[in-house]
């Protein structure tokens, strides 16, 4: 049996006049790939933001708890729920430390994971900042990232206006792997590349997981991705055309294989 990482239950959120995301639920479990699919718009990143105790909606989070039982039974969302935005500042103050370790999160496109101002080796050691403890170790650890992502020990030099798409989606990927999250949210990573790279891309960050043993939350439009590569899938809203047979209709975790 894997552990359950990440254990999110009936999530709502909502604005002043309209329900964001409405009764949403996922799991993410280690060495496991949980796809989550919706239209446009229907609350997927929202979710995941809140997944990691991210939310900054008026007056936002109805209902809900999240757990990550790999570290205690605390449900993270208790005090929360109906609070606003002061509980969900609290709540952002209180899981920094979750994120960039535990649990990482890869946006859609690389450019916005990647800082334009500093080269690929310094945001790595920043990344790993956390968990070397000398700094002579520093320098192994990223060309060892580097390694993880198919990317010569040269691309710590560069800049990411210097590198390809390619190359910038490999960095962008070595960013979110280097603290050696238990977790890794990737947000749409297919989206804007051309289909080879499409390939290229979620196929190395399958491998990356499966190698260092993360549970993977893949949100993602492809559902030849999903049919592929998903052990559970989870829609958020009505399903997408296409959803795999045998996916619940709302946010409900289920087998897909
Ligand atoms: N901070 C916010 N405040 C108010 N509405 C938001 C906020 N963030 C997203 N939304 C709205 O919530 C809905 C879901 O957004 P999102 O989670 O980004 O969808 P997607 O499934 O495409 O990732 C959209 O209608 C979006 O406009
Ligand atoms: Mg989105």
Redesign the pocket.
């Known amino acids: 049996m894997s552990a359950v990482l990440l254990k999110l239950t009936d999530l709502c959120i909502r604005?002043p006049d309209r329900t964001?995301v409405d009764g949403v639920s996922f799991e993410v479990v280690q060495g496991r790939v949980t796809a989550v699919v919706?239209h446009?718009?229907?609350?997927?990143?929202?979710?995941a933001r809140a997944a990691m105790g991210v939310l900054?909606?008026d007056p936002g989070i109805q209902r809900g708890s999240l757990v990550f039982p790999g570290i205690s039974d605390r449900d993270w969302f208790s005090g929360v729920c109906k609070q606003g935005m002061s509980a969900q500042r609290r709540l952002l103050k209180e899981t920094a430390a979750l994120r960039g370790g535990y649990v990482t999160y890869s946006p859609q496109s690389a450019s916005s994971a990647l800082n334009p101002g500093r080269t690929i080796g310094r945001q790595l050691e920043l990344a790993i900042g956390r968990r070397t403890e000398k700094p002579g170790d520093i320098g192994v650890a990223v060309r060892e990232v580097l390694a993880d992502v198919g990317l010569p020990p040269r691309a710590a030099y560069a800049l990411p206006r210097e590198l390809s798409g390619g190359m910038a989606q490999r960095a962008a990927l070595a960013v979110a792997i280097a603290p050696r999250p238990k977790i890794l949210i990737a947000d749409e990573p297919e989206t804007g590349l051309d289909p080879v790279l499409r390939r290229v891309v979620t196929e190395l960050m399958l491998d990356c997981a499966r190698r260092l043993g993360v549970g993977l939350m893949l949100i993602s439009h492809n559902m030849d991705t999903v049919e592929r590569v998903a052990d559970f899938v989870v829609t958020?809203g009505p399903p997408p055309k296409g959803t795999p047979v045998g996916a619940p209709s709302r946010g409900v975790l289920a087998e897909a294989k």
Request: net charge neutral; aromatic share 0%; glycine share 22%.
């Open positions: 604005t964001l919706g446009s718009g229907s609350g997927k990143s929202l979710s900054d909606v958020v």
